[in-house]
């Protein structure tokens, strides 16, 4: 019980250290407690803490400093006294009545955001629940990264090998670098499990990417609080948004459905997105060099954590740049030319300076290093990358919110003359407008990415629009319900109650399905049963065979051995043996569907395979005809096999 | 077939030394408590060389020892397993 309650403190104390105490210390030295409120600071201090420490860490790598738990917890520590010390400097001497700043909700508003937060909670954690313990494909892929830059105490480098055939003989071949993966999606993970002590096959990575969702929703909500600010409606609008994204499609894609599938850098990158753009709008807005300083901070540090989030960012950024150009030339220009100044400002020199250094000599991004860039830009050449047809756009974007965002769109450009704030507009039509193009006609722009996943991103600033629109009708009709008569304010009352039911019925659509429980935990758990079995019994000569097609949480396997990434090797989808560009070799195949046939019998042999671990209902048959093969291991999923090396055919 | 979501059947079998002629087994139990019979059966004909029972409460394991039988080599030794509501789980290895 002891043993429980410490873990738990320190778990705790992990999440605050890694996640919290270096962003909200570092705003403090650059803000003390003027311009941003308490809401904006805590969400802030969690972006950037996740890109401070992923700094730091990386920083420590560069110069051999080993991650450990003493090493992580005084560098963090370090870092915070620093910081604190700064503010302590430049900001004790204020007065503290005059430096507060704060939004201030009605209570009736106060009551529903708690609700709204409430139900974003429950209905997350109501669909989490199977992935305790984790099974997620892509989780079980980043978390081995994770586990091994704790337990290496350093970065290492993304590599892996493959099966290839030489002089007639198969082999694993020498090993060559990964670009799908990004530091800064695997470093907060490492720091949190070194520090609290959780063990890497656990829920903790759940946990951690529930958290920087719900970060999201609050990112969210206090850009459309900054965006709309010149809006009489602000706070309806912002808490309209976090509806949208909290409550309705709650699930889909890229809320609760990437929580648990894993998809960390999405994940990490959606909640850095509003907040760099936050800082961009307040530096637009108040033309302060610090919010410029902490918008390029974040830009850099989305950058580091995720490549597609990144790209998606730049285009935004650049369409923004455009289109203000276009509607906006005189102000655009005059802070391009006469706002030159802030390029002088010591504080933006350092730094660049800083980003150049990391860059160039602390970190490059992997990304950068193998040339990844060009597969991304150039010819199409996968069929789920030649873009969306409008009817697929809608439904993975959620339909009232694409309805009611587009209905956004046009009314902020119709009124686009009479708003106060151009930024606010031109950067919420910029965003709409990329993802949308790059969703629906990635030729146009020559982009090889999957189109689903762009369309992902349109969540965000289609709930931003849904909420301006439907608060923005919603004021129009109550401000002229006294001049109506009753049975028209009726037919208007009507109108609207359809449009709300038709909201809700959109962003519940697909909630039933998702709940269900699938038994996902109990099958993972047979798995990892099976995985701990052999990680106890095997020794470095074994070579393990599992299965990708029917094993459940099979990508967590490696992570009870950490014999590197391609261990053990694995039947992969079969369409992937088929489309002549993910897989060009057949043993992994048919030592797991056809292990007595000729081709697996010298795989077997060549690459001195001698376990494999199948689903027990699917794959077992072909193993239990052949007489070299002992079912050595066997649970309600899982059987184990162990091949006689010193059998003769 | 096993309810996978109720933690009752979850149970697992497999040797101690999955890579020699050694046919020590362990009964792992996960779900509730689990009465177990074994049996150690003699090649396709299933000869049934030895039984027995075997209690193994919630989260334990229990291993088994087998009494030294003479088995023709190249014979199929199959350990079969059965608890209370019919579940059944082997493990097998073919001696030399």
Request: one cysteine or more; hydrophobic letters at 50%; a positive charge.
């Amino acid at each position: 019980m002891l043993e429980f309650i410490q873990s738990q403190i320190l778990f705790y104390f992990a999440i605050i250290l890694v996640l919290f105490a270096p962003g909200y210390f570092m705003l403090l030295a650059f803000f003390g407690n003027e311009k941003l409120n308490a809401l904006e600071r805590f969400i802030l201090a969690t972006g950037l803490s996740i890109i401070v420490t992923d700094f730091l860490m990386l920083a420590m790598s560069r110069v051999g400093l080993f991650f450990t738990r003493t090493s992580l917890f005084l560098v963090l520590l370090i870092f915070n006294i620093l910081c604190f010390l700064i503010y302590q400097k430049r900001f004790a001497k204020i007065p503290k009545e005059t430096r507060s700043v704060s939004f201030d909700f009605s209570l009736k508003q106060f009551l529903l955001i708690s609700l709204i937060l409430f139900l974003s909670v429950f209905l997350r954690t109501a669909y989490l629940q199977n992935t305790i313990p984790p099974s997620s494909t892509d989780l079980g892929h980043h978390i081995y990264w994770a586990k091994l830059f704790a337990e290496s105490g350093k970065i290492q480098n993304y590599i892996q090998s493959d099966i290839v055939e030489k002089n007639k003989i198969f082999q694993i071949d020498a090993s060559h670098p990964i670009s799908d993966f990004i530091i800064g999606e695997h470093l907060i993970f490492s720091a949190i499990g070194l520090i609290s002590g959780a063990n890497f096959v656990s829920a903790f990575p759940i946990l951690i990417l529930l958290l920087i969702n719900i970060a999201t929703l609050l990112a969210l909500f206090i850009l459309a609080l900054r965006l709309f600010e010149d809006n009489a409606h602000n706070k309806n609008i912002a808490i309209f948004a976090l509806l949208f994204t909290g409550v309705l499609f709650a699930i889909d894609p890229p809320q609760a459905k990437f929580v648990g599938g894993g998809v960390i850098g999405n994940i990490i990158g959606n909640l850095l997105v509003p907040l760099t753009f936050y800082f961009y709008l307040r530096f637009l807005k108040e033309k302060e060099i610090t919010f410029l300083f902490f918008a390029l901070f974040f830009s850099m540090g989305l950058f580091y954590t995720h490549h597609l989030t990144a790209l998606i960012f730049l285009l935004t950024f650049i369409g923004f740049i455009a289109f203000s150009l276009l509607f906006n030339f005189r102000e655009t220009r005059n802070i391009i030319l006469i706002e030159r100044r802030v390029f002088r400002s010591p504080l933006l020199i350092s730094f660049f300076l800083f980003a150049l250094l990391f860059i160039f000599i602390v970190y490059t991004p992997t990304y950068l290093e193998n040339s990844a860039v060009k597969t991304v830009v150039g010819t199409i050449k996968k069929i789920d990358h030649t873009g969306l047809s409008l009817l697929q756009f809608r439904d993975i974007t959620g339909e009232a919110r694409v309805a009611l965002g587009f209905l956004g769109t046009l009314l902020l450009l119709f009124f686009y003359r009479k708003n106060i704030s151009k930024y606010s507009s031109l950067l919420l039509i910029s965003w709409v407008i990329v993802i949308t193009l790059i969703s629906l006609a990635p030729n146009l722009v020559k982009l090889d990415i999957p189109s689903s996943r762009v369309a992902n991103y349109g969540a965000y600033p289609f709930a931003l629009l849904g909420a301006f629109a439907f608060i923005s009708i919603f004021r129009q009709v109550a401000k002229q319900k006294t001049q109506l008569s009753t049975f028209s304010q009726k037919l208007i009352l009507i109108a609207y109650s359809s449009v709300f039911v038709f909201i809700f019925m959109s962003g519940f659509a697909g909630d039933a399905n998702y709940l269900k429980s699938n038994g996902s935990g109990e099958k993972a758990e047979q798995t990892f049963q099976a995985s701990r079995y052999l990680a106890s019994k095997i020794d470095k000569k074994d070579i393990l065979i599992s299965d990708h097609i029917y094993l459940f949480a099979d990508s967590w396997i490696k992570l009870f051995f950490m014999r590197g990434y391609d261990f053990p090797l694995y039947r992969a989808n079969l369409d992937r043996y088929e489309n002549g560009v993910d897989k060009n070799e057949f043993c992994s195949r048919d030592m797991i569907s056809n292990p007595g046939g000729e081709l697996s019998r010298q795989c077997f042999s060549d690459l001195g395979v001698d376990f494999a671990i199948v689903n027990k209902k699917t794959d077992s048959a072909q193993f239990r005809r052949l007489e070299n093969f002992w079912q050595v291991f066997s649970n309600d999923e899982v059987n184990i096999y162990y091949r006689k090396k010193y059998y003769v055919q | 077939m096993a309810d996978l979501t109720n933690g009752d059947s979850r149970w697992a079998l497999y040797f101690e030394n999955p890579t020699s002629q050694d046919l020590t087994f362990t009964l792992e139990n996960k779900g509730v408590a689990h009465k177990l019979h074994w049996k150690e059966l003699l090649g396709n004909a299933n000869i049934v060389l030895q039984e027995g029972d075997v209690l193994i409460f919630a989260g334990q394991k229990n291993t088994i020892t087998l009494l030294s039988v003479d088995t023709p080599k190249g014979e199929k030794i199959t350990l079969e397993v059965l608890d209370q509501s019919g579940e059944k789980k082997e493990i097998y290895k073919i001696l030399n």
